[in-house]
């Protein structure tokens, strides 16, 4: 299915039913609106003015389309600001208040914004909760986005203070979680407590964990909140979602962020997020992508938002040409409106709906493109949308789940608050950690799921690869002892405890059961000063994060320059103590998926392959055709054998 | 003429008449005083000691002196600033006031300081307005300079708010204009209404334009205050000039600031500005440069200067060796204090003043060198200027104002504003296009005015260039009319209406009537990633600023590497629709020039041509004698055919 | 002797025996303890729990080893700063209060803070100041560090005004001495003075020195009233030291810092200040020294830390393996635990304590090495530590202060202010020059000592070098006077009065009795835009900082590009106008310590010399072996005539 993301309060009304029409006719059949309409909803506090609202969608429902309506909260109206200052948020930089004239400026722990979201949010579901148009609901809009999630507000410390109350129980209990006899920093009382910002040097690495975790609960709570609020009022039939930005820039615990709601959607941008990803890369490297995005980006988010909805999941924003946000702003090579919306398929969502329906020519996304130009003519990427609404058809149905792939990617947010806190080495950073060991699968071919490492079960994966696992409690223990496939570990894995120490008997802590080592020193070198890592007779590359490891029983698979182990395998797990080049990550995961029985294509960096539905989908970002790796006999559903730059091929 | 700058309070009074004979035996006619004597002329509020300036002046004017005048509202004393501590600015990034201690620690919105500023203003106005030695004045010191346009002050927010009433009516109708209703930013009072800082993302650009076209307003209201005050005490006789900084940095209408003035006069430091200009580039590039300065970028400002001035003009400051306040400080090279002088003088200057007569062995700029050294002795440009005097005799009367140049360069505000609120691409940044559309004029030799589009008629030039013209209004579309030149747009003309929405019916807007073509995209690439333009069969680049144009009538001159139309050419029109290399401007400029019928003169990168008063003037910035261009039978009047290494040959 | 540090609050008590037992089997003298335990030796004001403290001392003491104490005041703990909010500094860059959580959040100028800290001080003193365990005393920790010398709070601003009033007797001598006429900056009365932050420009260098100034007092003095306390109660054989952070750093006169302790201690750290220090070098000239630090870093700061100490001095930490605090952390190479503490007592150290005995798995630093791993295992620096103990027998006695270098090399504080405070070429740093003159030095096989300018004699140094003596005062000049050797001198030597104006008469001003010429004018060039430098026939480079010299009656021996002097000798005393590439240095040096009969030794870049108690060391930084300079028969104490990699030889 496709939708549009659409606006009616900021066009005539004469030009709704028109518009309507249109979106019918381009083959579209959802449509988002009021998720920043607050201002024109409620002109101050208890004035409804719904009449619009009403009008609109009416007239959006009449013509044939399903409305996803979103609930304002990311814009506080101006009278709300002035009466309630305390929701503006306080930035953990300078110090100053956040104040009223862009969007996201209110505080997850302020109280009387939680109220007002609250009342906001049951007042729309009141209204439209049973509303025979109104599909479903969107929450808030991109929660975290601009830096959102840590405010250094009073709201702020006195949650957090409450919150370590009820984590701790006794201040004493805090004190020696946090080692806080560490440099006199034990507190008498939790009132003491303060937000870890403005001090000398950096705080207790402990003392910054339990905040992010605050704050991450601070952002759960409320939009858990939203979510009651929606359905407490909302037809059964009506669902819940939320278009989430990427989950690694979220800064919160992702799983329980999305746990609520029915399924999550996403809004893919590949080009500005691959601008600033590639800021540094060379020209030579970043030129052939920068009308395309990064091969694996949209994927990544894309399979771990998968991962996130256990099931279907939506793209609610789709870029359909320049963005305005990034240092850079290329135009899509043509035909990528249509490969990223069949990406997006291949990789399990049941619904692209593109952002937004008609460019508009003021304001701070005026730069921003639309199916529409400003002057309401199609723009570039119309026809790409005709053409993916004809697919659909050729594809047939896709609105159940994608199937499972052979290998899990285990990822989970405290690694990425252990390396935030912790920045022992500046060539260590998780995310990219992350990407580099996703890239090196979806190289060879391979279908990946991305799995919140506390969450999701491990059943039937072939191979379970855990690019970090820094801190795995009870439950990440569990799901790994109840797995039955290869086990792959990288650096860093079992580093500390749940109260950020180093784990007990020395990493990798209660990963030692499967990695029968010990990490006896850990150096981070500068990214630029590699050294030889020998595997298989081979020379490849060691740098950024080496760890020195004490082997008990177990086969060294790699070895550092001075023959000091560098790769362990014991039973079904490998660890590997170091970040490596490429080239190491995939010799070594060919072996494992050959182990696994896993098949595996290599395949150029302007080709990638997902399989969804029997059917497999070839994607192609060079702008000179290509051969793709289907069967003899391959029955191609769209495209073939030599798929056109920029296009897509699928067969069974 | 030549001047100086001086500071009688520095020095014991004993000096000063020696001073006097020395500048007047070196061949100096005026001498500036008094513009940071505030702390010096009013002890505390009404307390005057006019005396010592009395005699200074005294003093320079027997000696035969004519006397500069500078009002000292660029420095109110400690007792001011203790007395009315809302005078001072508040940072626009930390939110903290700027304190006393250094200069320019005023708020353009303090009404107290505006009473204030003219009060002392209008005082010494009256004590010297009828004074024979005194020639004139100049207006406070460097208006805009160290980031002082913009204020984050309550005194601002407020004026701000009156400033929006003003324009807007109601606000309902700043509503419309700012299309508030995206992100529901509407507001209900102008009262609500704040700066547009602090916030959590990007505020409205419309937000942000009013804001700075309101900050204009406020410097150029502070400014006609304190040239009115000057004027109702002055003598007729007494002219009124302001020594304004490179008018691209100061973030206000420079045509508005200078319109009140007799003429224009500029502060000029050529090798600080290039210091930085060129930060980084290669040493190879900058290292020929360094003690010459860029050898365009002194001629920019001399004749953007000129374009303000309406006429004649001068250089109130002119660099004499190294200075205190550029990241590198270098020396000049032998020579180019001359040089630089007759280089004013041939870019339509009536005076040039040596800032400073004797460096000044305390305080801040103690590192900045004078005519004299700080133990009275000459330094290196003493001689140099000794010649300049020389020469001026050889030269003739230079007091006329320059003549017309053939080709007019436009220049305006709102493209800056545009460009600083709209930051599409990190590769476009509106001085630097100007900048190299300016560099490829004077490569050809060309003689160029830069005139502000708002304001100055263009009867009478044969090119008419406008590098950007990003909101032209009715002004501008009436002068574009009435003139009679080619007219050359380069990208992201026409883009935006007045409130800062996509010009009606898409780019180029109103230029439309010049430019039958739709800007239907834009996409920005980073500098580093360009692409083929192909124009006359030759292969050219276009990077950075793309624009995809949709072509009604016109011919298509040069085009993207995919075909389609890069720049267009209809009736005496030329639209580039991309940002390209030098030597595609080049290659077309000398066409339109040809055109034109104006004379080309391809030049070296350090040998540029400046005509006046029936004279060429030839610059070598090269460390090489090189052959001027000449004709056969020149007539010099300083140097020959030869002209040495930093130097200057002049013909007829 | 060797030692170690040690917190016992960190670990169960009943690990106290035994750690004390191991640390006297490894062959360990002195444990330093208490340094950070405010919080747990006095839980609220008055209510001091010393008995765990009195079990620790007593622990260590049965055991053989020597307690030295640290009193807590880095570490103020959370009570008190409730208690006294005042007693917290302010941040310079944003005005901000810096607050509890993590060290060192107090401020110099707080009367309270000092009151506290003295109460705490002479407390512990009292307690244990004739404790037979414990040897003495280091006060406080790292004065300084993390940037804390500077504070902008209201105490600061009071006190420097008190300072200001005491200083200048006169506010109109205070406006004299700062040249406070220039912008109108003049006082009325100290009350107005504020702190030189948070202006529009850049305030009065005089303002800012004196500023610094101040700073550097307030430290002092509060480091004296700590000593003070101290002695009051402790018994005449107790000592009292300090452990320093690199001296350049500190931002404060480190010769009056120290004046009143027995000797200083030095915290060694190669690894980390390398990684900073040479974060922009390319990887290749990185990569060798990524382990072992690079080879002149830690001797400089040896050399520093014993001219401060007058005679022997300790390393109070030295790192035992990888860190926690640089952007990148790596492991040390095999061997140079031991490297590195050979080469403190070949540079005079008395003793080399370990930081820290077990590393702790919890809080701040939980990834710095200890000599024990978390899991109570000998860490990889064991076996060396081994190695020393065993050495230190073979060495013989070093507890007599090393003997005096032939070479002195001045440094003082005020020409770090100078440069500091008056930035006029960003390719002129004060430390990296004095760096680039002692690694020449080094470079040379040359020992230097290296000497606080105003304050140690120079008699009996046969060369006598000062990269930079910018503000000699008459104390120096006595010095200098009074000395017998040859004195160098390097660019901009004399430039400033004590008022920072610029030196009467030009600089050098005071130094022209040795320097018999003008700097008439100076400039800074761009790193890379270098020029040459001509003597003896050879070319070498100038840049970064060039003056232009006047030159009376002296021999010139280098000369810029245009033949003008850019080096002159003139009876004993070489002046050097400008900073140069290392090759000119070494050549230049290599002639001076012939004329000086310093015998000379060049060495490649990883291999160093120094000479203490007759013995020669040869430290080897590469990973290869090599053959040392050691003449024939030398007896070979440790090693032999070829070095192992990272090791040390030393003979007679």
């Known amino acids: 299915m496709l939708g549009v993301c659409y606006y009616p309060e900021h066009w005539p009304e004469n030009m709704w039913a028109r518009d309507a029409q249109r979106m019918r006719d381009l083959g579209l059949s959802y449509v988002r609106i009021g998720e920043f309409a607050w201002g024109r909803v409620e002109k101050s506090e208890g004035a409804f003015t719904w009449e619009w609202m009403d009008r609109a969608i009416d007239t959006l429902g009449t013509a044939g389309l399903k409305v996803v309506l979103g609930t304002p909260t990311a814009t506080p109206p101006k009278w709300l600001c002035e ?66 999630t840590l405010s250094a507000s009073p709201a702020a410390r006195d949650a957090f203070r409450l919150w370590c109350a009820k984590r701790y129980g006794t201040i004493d209990a805090l004190n020696d979680a946090w080692g806080n006899v560490f440099w006199s920093m034990e507190y008498d009382s939790f009132d003491q407590i303060d937000l870890p910002f403005f001090t000398v040097c950096e705080t207790n690495p402990a003392h910054r964990l339990a905040f992010r975790r605050f704050a991450s609960d601070q952002v759960v709570r409320f939009h858990d909140v939203m979510i009651a609020a929606i359905r407490a009022h909302a037809g059964k039939e009506q669902w819940v979602t939320h278009n989430i930005i990427p989950p690694a820039t979220t800064g919160v615990d992702n799983a329980a962020l999305t746990q609520g709601l029915d399924f999550v959607s ?227 894995s079992g580093a500390k405890t749940q109260e950020f120490s180093i784990s007990e008997g020395l990493p990798p802590g209660p990963l030692r059961e499967f990695v029968p080592a010990k990490i006896i020193a850990v150096e981070t070198l500068r990214p630029d000063c590699t050294e030889l890592l020998n595997y298989q007779g081979e020379c490849f590359t060691s740098g ?55 098949a595996v294509t290599p395949l150029p960096s302007t080709l990638r392959l997902r399989r969804r539905g029997g059917m497999t989908f070839a994607f192609n970002l060079a702008a000179e055709p290509v051969h793709v790796p289907a069967p003899d006999g391959a029955n191609f559903i769209l495209g073939g054998q030599l798929v056109e730059p920029f296009g897509v091929s699928v067969w069974r």
């Open 544 to 598: 950024r994060w080496r760890e020195t490891i004490e082997v008990d029983e177990a086969e060294i698979i790699a070895s550092y320059e001075d023959g000091s182990p560098a790769a362990i395998r014991s039973g079904r797990t490998t660890y590997v103590a170091t970040l490596t080049d490429d080239a190491f990550l995939k010799s070594l995961l060919v072996r494992l998926c050959a182990e696994a029985d896993i």
């Open 266 to 492: 996403y809004d893919n941008y590949p080009l500005g997020f691959s601008d600033q990803l590639m800021a540094k890369a060379p020209a030579a490297d970043w030129q052939p992508f920068m009308r395309t995005g990064h091969p694996d980006l949209a994927a990544l988010n894309f399979d771990t938002v998968r991962g996130l909805s256990k099931g279907a999941w939506w793209v609610m924003e789709q870029q359909p040409g320049p963005v305005n946000w990034a240092p850079h702003n290329p135009r899509p090579a043509p035909g990528m409106i249509r490969h990223w919306s069949l990406q997006a398929f291949a990789h399990g969502a049941a619904c692209v709906a593109y952002f937004r329906w008609r460019q508009v020519p003021f304001a701070q996304e005026q730069m921003h493109a639309g199916l529409l130009r400003p002057d309401d003519h199609p723009s570039p990427a119309w026809p790409e949308v005709e053409q993916v609404a004809r697919e659909m058809a050729q594809l047939g149905d896709l609105s159940e789940a994608a199937a499972k792939a052979p290998v899990a990617l285990l990822v989970d947010t405290a690694s990425a608050f252990v390396d935030d806190i912790e920045r022992q080495g500046a060539g260590y950073r998780y995310p990219a950690v992350v990407f580099q060991y996703y890239c090196a699968l979806r190289a060879l071919g391979v279908d990946v799921d991305i799995l919140s490492a506390g969450q999701a079960s491990l059943a039937g994966y072939r191979l379970i690869v855990a690019p970090t696992l820094a801190m795995p409690d009870d439950a990440v223990m569990q799901r790994l002892r109840a797995s039955d496939g290869l086990l792959f570990f990288g650096p860093r």
């Open 83 to 148: 009466k309630y200052p305390d929701i503006l948020p306080v930035d953990i930089e300078t110090g100053l208040r956040r104040g009223f004239g862009s969007r996201r400026h209110y505080d997850f722990s302020s109280k009387t914004y939680l109220a007002q979201a609250e009342r906001i949010s049951a007042a729309m579901a009141q209204r439209y909760g049973s509303h025979p148009y109104v599909a479903g609901w969107q929450t808030d809009n991109e929660l975290c986005c601009h830096d959102t």
